[in-house]
């Protein structure tokens, strides 16, 4: 039974990364159609600034948490201002095909220069430790990073389906000719979105150095299955992906406990299967 | 009368100064050229309605004005500033307010997200209890899905939404298209009712029944040029030309 709890444990971990990086996908296909494949490059360019902070400047976590999703965002702002806003209005395939070059020359670069071995980043020592919860022990990080990813998931929620900016995103998302004709800078708005996409992904790098170390790669692991999650939830919808998102780690968990060979496999399976029955997936729109 | 209405806009409404100044303006839809040099004057507090045949250039015109057509030329000045090279987020913050033909009501967003989200330009917009005097329907029907109105009400929505802005100068584009009789006789009094607060209005209609109990002066659009131009008292004298332009 310990056993069980630990996977779901981890599953819910993997489900935070999930939920994070595939609504920062969300965010930026709703805005900009675009299918950002250096999403995982950008999630492991948070990690690396985290470690970078600490070992360069002496700046610990919880400043990273802050700093990183900023630093990264602004490098996103750069590449949607000199790339990415030229594929507007270009299919799908063009912004797809972008993205992946960057992804590759992102990682490539990293890969270059650290390798493809892990550099340690410490857990904080106020998250350090871990309670015993009578039926499993739950080490404090990664209750942590659960519950910090559950807030900003919903924070991003709230912000998008309930605020007077949010209104600005999905109206623009509908028409964003009418929407710039009333008075709005759409463009910038776009930026930000992209900025704020991929703060998401930078955020949930940092989240995620103490747990699986700062890699050039790791991105790359972790972007497949997101994007299985983003099409199991639909692909532009942020409740949608934020639900995928933990609900396919916790699935994993539990075949990881009750089915170890199709641990692997099990996001992808479930993946065919949405699509066969809703190609829009579970709670999408149509492209 | 030619295409030069402009020097020698006929009956000027004498409401107010010369608000909006178009000049030679062209429009491209990609390689289609659309508008080939329109030009007209309005000026400030009057009804000024464009005429003419379906795929004649009036929609054009008002996007045109807008900035949200792909490539335009010629000139377009608003309140004596020129606006052929400015954005259409700034045109709209110096006090032009578009309300399309399609309407443009959001469908992810409720009424009342449809009816605050053009952000406030100016001061002088009307508050929303004097909106929803206009419109009651609306008041009703606030947290409704903005598509799921009656198409009635989707233009009444379409319209209060430009009010509250502090725009001035508004366009509407065919605002009775598809409505029932008693609906578009509602926003023939609206329209009445803005003139009187000092609303400039640009209006686009084929209803041309509907557009003489709220004009001031019409133009003519064929081919994307403006080929006659007169005044609401001049409509009797002008009534078999208006039939030919429009073929009705």
New interface residues.
Partial sequence: MQALYAQLLVGLINGSFYALLSLGLAVIFGMLNIINFAHGALYMMGAFVAYFLLSLGGINYWWALLFAPIIVGIFGMILERTMLQWLAGLDHLYGLLLTFGLALIIQGVFQNYFGSSGLPYSIPDALKGGMNLGFMYLPIYRGWVVVFSLVVCFATWYLIERTRLGAYLRAATENPTLVRAFGINVPRMITLTYGLGVGLAALAGVLSAPINQVRPLMGENVIIVVFAVVVIGGMGSIMGSIITGFALGVIEGLTKYFYPEASNTVVFVLMVLVLLVKPTGLTGRAA | MAESTTADAPAKAATGGNILQVRNLEAWYGESHILHGINFDVNAGEVVTLLGRNGAGKTTTLKSI???IGKRAGSVKFNNQEIIRT???????MGI??C?EER?I????DVR?NL????V?RPGGLPLEQIFDLFPNLKERLNSQGTKLSGGEQQMLAIAR?LR?GASFLMLDEPTEGLAPVIIQQIGHTIARLKKEGFTILLVEQNFRFASTVADRYYVVEHGKIIDGFANSELAANMDKLHTYLGV
């Avoid at chain 2, 954005?87 to 913050?93: G, L």
């Avoid at chain 2, 959001?106 to 967003?109: A, D, E």
Wanted: neutral net charge.
């Fill in positions: 807008m900035g949200i954005t259409s987020d700034r045109i709209a913050r307010a578009f399309p443009g959001f469908s992810s967003l997200e605050l989200l053009p952000p330009v430009i802005t």
